[in-house]
């Protein structure tokens, strides 16, 4: 099973707009490839090749060119904030030569505002195909060969699915966009292979998870390894990697782990 990062950066990205010279990179070293960071999401793939898209976010066509990915079978969200949503017409060439549209799914309420914003997603228009199915996370257990598990995390007023990807016996967790810990949280992770968490900076910020919460999360599920995501131009790959524990790597764009 294998975990590829497709973005590891919040919702303004690394560089962010503006600054003197019109990137602003704040402490991260412009000249380190790992820190220009693209927004979140992340795909999981099977032994046999079959791939689940974790969120469509605002550079999802770059990522996905990257990284030479031109086939998914399935696209999950875990809440409709700009950063993790608006690139959902990126899904659009995925639809070509398929019989039918792409299954997607989501927690109720993120369906019913997805649903509200990008009707024609997901019930064509114009002529146009469907391009994804979108149903609710309520009744689904597995997916094209995948265990899929999930719970909703608080972020803010919010809320975000946090998500579990079993398969091959392996397992990858995916725990973006919270700000506290809950038992839910920490009985869906237990035993992860690979943690991907929230890690928006160092101090702490009132909707997302700081360094030492997604640390104690990663304690707190025993997870053989965590990667750190969402990251800000506060957090240089270099000077945050020097002072993690061995399991726990920073996350960037490209990287690729297999459990």
């Known amino acids: 099973m294998k975990l590829v990062m497709l973005g590891s950066g919040t919702s303004t990205g690394v560089p962010r707009v503006g600054g003197a010279d019109g990137a602003d990179w704040g402490e991260c070293d412009p000249n380190e490839p790992r820190n220009r960071r693209s927004r979140s999401s992340i795909i999981v793939e099977s032994d046999a090749g079959q791939r689940l898209l974790i969120d469509t976010s605002t550079d999802l066509r770059a990522q996905l060119l990257a990284v030479d990915i031109h086939r998914i079978d399935a696209v999950f969200w875990t809440h409709d904030h700009a950063d993790h949503c608006h690139g959902i017409d990126d899904l659009r060439p995925f639809r070509y030569g398929r019989a039918g549209a792409l299954p997607g799914y989501a927690a109720e309420e993120t369906v019913r505002r997805l649903r509200q914003r990008f009707g024609y997603v997901f019930a064509g228009q114009h002529g146009y195909h469907t391009i994804v199915t979108l149903d609710t996370l309520d009744r689904l257990r597995m997916c094209h060969g995948f265990g899929v598990g999930w719970c909703q995390m608080p972020h803010g007023p919010a809320q975000s699915t ?40 160092r101090e702490a910020h009132p909707t997302h998870a700081n360094l030492d919460l997604a640390l104690e999360l990663a304690e707190a599920v025993r997870a053989d390894r965590a990667v750190l995501t969402h990251l800000d131009k506060s957090m240089d790959f270099a000077a945050l990697s020097a002072e993690l524990p061995g399991h726990v790597l920073v996350g960037f764009d490209g990287l690729e782990l297999v459990a």
């Open 162 to 201: 946090g998500c579990r990807f079993e398969c091959d016996g392996k397992i990858i967790s995916y725990a973006v966009d919270f700000d506290s810990i809950t038992s839910e949280m920490v009985e869906l992770f237990t035993g992860s292979d690979i943690l991907v968490v929230d890690c928006l900076r």
